[in-house]
Nanobody, 123 residues
Framework: QVQVVESGGGLAQSGGSLRLSCTAS????????MRWHRQAPGREREFVAG??????TYTDSVSRRFIISKDNAKNTLYLQMNSLKAEDTAVYSCNVRGMGRYKEGGRYEFDEWGRGTQVTVSS
């Protein structure tokens, strides 16, 4: 079983910064994708940032303010959020996909979400 846990959310003022972390743990053989999404009140969940073929990709609204990075050895994804705006207020969730391994051998695909971490930006 694979678990995904996010941390680092909180309250920030407009123009401020926060750094989010997402760590995957458990019986992981390999991770293929780690991505950040967010869901604001009354809105659908949207993609924020992730790695595609090794290159970072961002949704347009954050591309010049947020920076995504990862530590493969720790199965951890980070999101440095700068110049925060009120419209960045949302629950930020991490999605991790890859291959897990059974204790008795064998592999299986996993697609797991964390519970999310609240980011609130005051204007």
């Amino acid at each position: 079983q694979v678990q995904v846990v996010e941390s680092g959310g909180g309250l920030a003022q407009s123009g401020g910064s926060l750094r989010l972390s997402c760590t995957a743990s458990g019986n992981i053989f390999t991770i293929s994708t780690m991505r950040w999404h967010r869901q604001a009140p009354g809105r659908e969940r949207e993609f924020v940032a992730g790695f595609t073929n090794g290159a970072p990709t961002y949704t347009d609204s954050v591309s010049r303010r947020f920076i995504i990075s990862k530590d493969n050895a720790k199965n951890t994804l980070y999101l440095q959020m700068n110049s925060l705006k009120a419209e960045d207020t949302a629950v930020y969730s991490c999605n991790v996909r890859g291959m897990g391994r059974y204790k008795e051998g064998g592999r299986y695909e996993f697609d797991e979400w964390g519970r999310g971490t609240q980011v609130t930006v005051s204007s």
